[in-house]
C-alpha cells in the first residue's frame, strides 16, 4: 500500500467481501482481537490508526486483496488478486516444506 493510499473501514469491509473472509478470520490474521477488529471496520471512511492499518492490511494481501491508489479522480479502493481458493492452495504448497530450488528460468 503506498503512503498516500491510507486503509479505511469500507475498504476493509469491501476487500472481506471480495475475498469472501470473516471479521474473525481477518482478526486472526492481523493479530488483533476481535472488537478491535470490528472498530476498524466500522469506522467508515476514517482512515486506520496506524498500527492497526498496518496490520489490518498485511492480513489482507495474505488474503489476496490489492489496495488501490487514488488517481484519475477516483477514489482508493480495493481488487481481488486470488481467490479463496488460490490463497489456501498458496498457503498449503509454501508449507510443505522441502528445499527450495532455483528456477528454470534463463
Known amino acids: ?24 478470520d481477518l482478526a486472526t490474521a492481523a493479530g488483533l482481537g476481535l472488537e478491535r477488529t470490528r472498530l476498524a471496520e466500522d469506522s467508515g471512511s476514517a482512515p486506520l490508526a496506524s498500527p492497526d492499518e498496518a496490520a489490518i492490511g498485511d492480513a489482507l494481501e495474505r488474503f489476496g486483496i490489492l489496495m488501490l491508489p487514488e488517481e484519475d479522480g477516483l477514489g482508493a479502493g480495493v481488487r481481488l488478486k486470488f481467490t479463496r481458493l488460490d490463497v489456501k492452495q498458496i498457503t498449503r504448497m509454501e508449507g510443505e516444506g522441502g528445499p527450495a530450488g532455483d528456477d528454470d528460468v534463463p
Open 1 to 24: 500500500m503506498s503512503e498516500q493510499t491510507r486503509l479505511t473501514g469500507r475498504m476493509v469491509a469491501a476487500a472481506r467481501a471480495l475475498a469472501g473472509i470473516s471479521l474473525e
